[in-house]
């Protein structure tokens, strides 16, 4: 398959202390939030208000691209993935060049604007990437070494690595950790098929929440209150370019598996753009905070105008061809509520439009998604929570769209 995680003793002492912490909290909700978004390759910074737009400029040679990774707990501090160039050349496929790239990890500090690198002892191999912020101590990584991918749980610097799974049995990610920190969910590319399962942190303890053959179970999200888990169901073999999907919802000790939607009514492969500019990657359902469920819903009939290529080597990690007439229809933000199935819509537009990677602001006030119709690339918009008061915050750098928004954490 082609593809397819941040008392004072006195009595005046502690009056002051309080009166402190009152005042810099509610400076805190005083201030806009804020998302990170990429646009033509960077990573950039924006407010809700649509003001403090700037660019993330990283002094660093030979990086080509860089992503911003989990926040630690202090929401300030985030880490970053950065990969080299390409070591062999274009035209060989996807999975012989991809994991044979060197990257590397970095801790950024957005508020002294400092860089440093991590995980640089005890290397296991040239490509990590972050997989999952277990505490501000430890990080799972994955390792790629001979083309065989597995997790590791290591220290920040790299040292005491421990294998969170076993070398050869699939490639885990889509990696969530549970609201309490004690249980991770993460989908496993295996001869099996895409399966869903979770573990201990240290990955004992293992339970299947969802697993067949048939059947392409795709990334993790745990509930509010972790009773549940989420993730997409994918008909991959009538779809091979993962187009489509449906949402499902598990218990995480493997109880009962859910299927909230059907007729394959997420849009999942999202894909956009033309051939001058074009770009694209998995589309994730989001919890609310009170526990409902925001995706990208298709409206009946769609179709979109990168058709998937299943007969040729993957050599870009798209391979899909431009047919803007084929295309139709388009996608609108939608809320599900997992206990009854209620469906509500908050994005309309006519004609159709393309919304998609929805996900709602910590306070829960504000609703960012993006935007975009056929052949062109996204916006990043924000709306209320109710579907009220659609705004464009920026097309990106030089308009050349605004993709993969994700809400930083509140001052």
Same mark, same amino acid.
């Given at each position: 398959? @082609?593809?397819?995680?941040?008392?004072?003793?006195?009595?005046?002492?502690?009056?002051?202390?309080?009166?402190? #912490? +009152?005042?810099?909290?509610?400076?805190?909700?005083?201030?806009?939030?804020?998302?990170?978004?990429?646009?033509?390759?960077?990573?950039?910074?924006?407010?809700?208000?649509?003001?403090?737009?700037?660019?993330?400029?990283?002094? +660093?040679?030979? &990086?080509?691209?860089?992503?911003?990774?989990?926040?630690?707990?202090?929401?300030?501090?985030?880490?970053?993935?950065?990969?080299?160039?390409?070591?062999?050349?274009?035209?060989?496929?996807?999975?012989?060049?991809?994991?044979?790239?060197?990257?590397?990890?970095?801790?950024?500090?957005?508020?002294?604007?400092?860089?440093?690198?991590?995980?640089?002892?005890?290397?296991?191999?040239?490509?990590?990437?972050?997989?999952?912020?277990?505490?501000?101590?430890?990080?799972?990584?994955?390792?790629?070494?001979?083309?065989?991918? &597995?997790?590791?749980?290591?220290?920040?610097?790299?040292?005491?690595?421990?294998?969170?799974?076993? !070398?050869?049995?699939?490639? !885990?990610?889509?990696?969530?950790?549970?609201?309490?920190?004690?249980?991770?969910?993460? @989908?496993?590319? /295996?001869?099996?098929?895409?399966?869903?399962?979770? #573990?201990? +942190?240290? *990955?004992?303890?293992?339970?299947?929440?969802?697993?067949?053959?048939?059947?392409?179970?795709?990334?993790?999200? =745990?509930?509010?209150?972790?009773? %549940?888990?989420?993730?997409?169901? #994918?008909?991959?073999?009538?779809?091979?370019?993962?187009?489509?999907?449906?949402?499902?919802?598990?218990? !995480?000790?493997?109880?009962?598996?859910?299927?909230?939607? /059907?007729? &394959?009514?997420?849009?999942?492969?999202?894909?956009?753009?033309?051939?001058?500019?074009? *770009?694209?990657?998995?589309?994730?359902?989001? =919890?609310?905070?009170?526990?409902?469920?925001?995706?990208?819903?298709?409206?009946?009939?769609?179709?979109? $105008?990168?058709?998937?290529?299943?007969?040729? !080597?993957?050599?870009?990690?798209?391979?899909?061809? %431009?047919?803007?007439?084929?295309?139709?229809?388009?996608?609108?933000?939608?809320?599900?509520?997992?206990?009854?199935?209620?469906?509500?819509?908050?994005?309309?537009?006519?004609?159709?439009?393309?919304?998609?990677?929805? /996900?709602?602001?910590?306070?829960?006030? &504000?609703? $960012?998604?993006?935007? #975009?119709?056929?052949?062109?690339?996204?916006?990043? =918009?924000?709306?209320?929570?109710?579907? *009220?008061?659609?705004?464009?915050?920026?097309?990106?750098?030089? *308009?050349?769209?605004?993709?993969?928004?994700?809400?930083?954490?509140?001052?």
């Amino acid at each position: 398959m @082609h593809r397819r995680s941040f008392l004072a003793s006195a009595t005046l002492g502690s009056i002051a202390a309080l009166s402190g #912490c +009152v005042h810099t909290n509610e400076r805190a909700r005083s201030l806009p939030s804020r998302l990170f978004f990429t646009s033509a390759g960077k990573t950039c910074l924006i407010h809700a208000d649509g003001l403090g737009f700037h660019t993330l400029e990283f002094n +660093v040679p030979n &990086q080509a691209t860089w992503q911003p990774g989990p926040f630690l707990s202090d929401g300030r501090r985030v880490i970053f993935l950065s990969m080299e160039p390409r070591r062999d050349g274009p035209g060989r496929p996807f999975e012989e060049y991809y994991t044979q790239t060197p990257t590397h990890l970095w801790l950024y500090d957005l508020d002294k604007d400092s860089l440093t690198e991590i995980a640089t002892r005890d290397r296991l191999a040239v490509f990590y990437t972050p997989a999952l912020l277990v505490s501000d101590e430890r990080i799972l990584v994955q390792v790629v070494r001979n083309k065989v991918g &597995q997790i590791f749980s290591m220290n920040f610097d790299g040292t005491d690595a421990r294998e969170f799974t076993r !070398p050869g049995e699939g490639l !885990p990610y889509g990696l969530s950790l549970s609201p309490d920190g004690r249980r991770v969910a993460f @989908h496993l590319a /295996s001869p099996r098929g895409y399966e869903i399962w979770t #573990c201990d +942190v240290d *990955g004992a303890n293992r339970v299947r929440v969802a697993g067949h053959p048939d059947h392409l179970y795709f990334g993790t999200s =745990w509930s509010p209150d972790g009773s %549940w888990v989420l993730y997409q169901d #994918c008909l991959f073999k009538s779809d091979p370019g993962h187009d489509w999907s449906d949402i499902c919802i598990g218990r !995480p000790d493997g109880s009962e598996h859910r299927v909230l939607t /059907s007729g &394959q009514a997420q849009w999942f492969g999202a894909t956009y753009g033309n051939p001058q500019q074009r *770009g694209g990657g998995s589309n994730m359902p989001a =919890w609310t905070r009170d526990g409902q469920i925001l995706f990208s819903c298709k409206i009946p009939g769609s179709k979109v $105008a990168w058709e998937f290529q299943p007969q040729r !080597p993957d050599t870009d990690h798209f391979n899909r061809d %431009w047919k803007p007439e084929l295309a139709r229809g388009g996608s609108e933000i939608c809320r599900l509520n997992p206990a009854d199935g209620a469906l509500t819509r908050l994005t309309h537009h006519e004609p159709p439009l393309w919304d998609f990677r929805s /996900s709602e602001s910590t306070r829960g006030k &504000q609703i $960012a998604f993006c935007r #975009c119709a056929t052949g062109e690339s996204p916006g990043l =918009w924000v709306m209320n929570a109710n579907g *009220g008061g659609p705004r464009l915050l920026t097309r990106g750098i030089d *308009g050349r769209g605004a993709d993969h928004p994700r809400w930083l954490p509140d001052a």
